[in-house]
């Protein structure tokens, strides 16, 4: 069933497959790590390789549970929806993942926490950056940044000390990831 299709692949490709499915705009980047939502930090080494396991080992950080950042209560406050459901936390995307699900006219959809380990993962100049142009968000972690709203998806991507996450809700209201995002933020200072 397409809806169902879609509802498992928002998670996995989150905002850059949003982005290119959006626009009908893409690229190739074949040195992009598979099933990495953040794409290639621009540095001027060259694209981070992730075929090394350490790197991918050191990219998923020890003691991190996004599902114990965020609680159902505060989820549902952010989406103005009650969580029907949560999966994680689980490796994912080289980092930890968890997903809160709640209903939206489109059918039950995520929100998601993604957490990594190293500044590689911040990376909202990332290829596609030009057409989704990510926007800097202020008061939130060290540097941070947001699709622009009025897109029907919310993603925040930030860097927290040594941490880097990204948070993405659908259907939820143009904010409702900042909100989330600031709780992230806070509960990775204590």
Not at 29 to 49: M, N
Not at 86 to 101: A, K, Q, S, T
């Amino acid at each position: 069933m397409r809806t169902s299709r879609i509802r498992t692949l928002l998670p996995t490709l989150a905002a850059p497959l949003l982005v290119l499915a959006l626009t009908g705009c893409g690229g190739n980047d074949d040195d992009a790590p598979a099933g990495d939502s953040s794409g290639s930090p621009d540095r001027a080494d060259g694209p981070v390789d992730f075929d090394d396991s350490a790197q991918i080992d050191a990219a998923v950080p020890e003691g991190i549970d996004p599902c114990a950042l965020l609680s159902e209560e505060e989820v549902a406050a952010a989406v103005g929806q009650e969580v029907a459901r949560v999966d994680g936390p689980r490796e994912e995307f080289l980092g930890i993942h968890c997903d809160w699900y709640y209903p939206t006219d489109l059918g039950e959809m995520p929100a998601t926490l993604t957490v990594w380990q190293g500044d590689d993962f911040y990376s909202p100049d990332a290829p596609g950056a030009e057409v989704t142009g990510f926007e800097p968000v202020s008061g939130l972690g060290d540097t941070a940044h947001r699709w622009p709203a009025g897109q029907g998806v919310c993603t925040v991507i930030f860097k927290h000390g040594e941490y880097v996450a990204q948070v993405l809700t659908t259907g939820a209201g143009d904010d409702s990831c900042i909100t989330l995002a600031r709780v992230v933020d806070e509960r990775l200072s204590a």
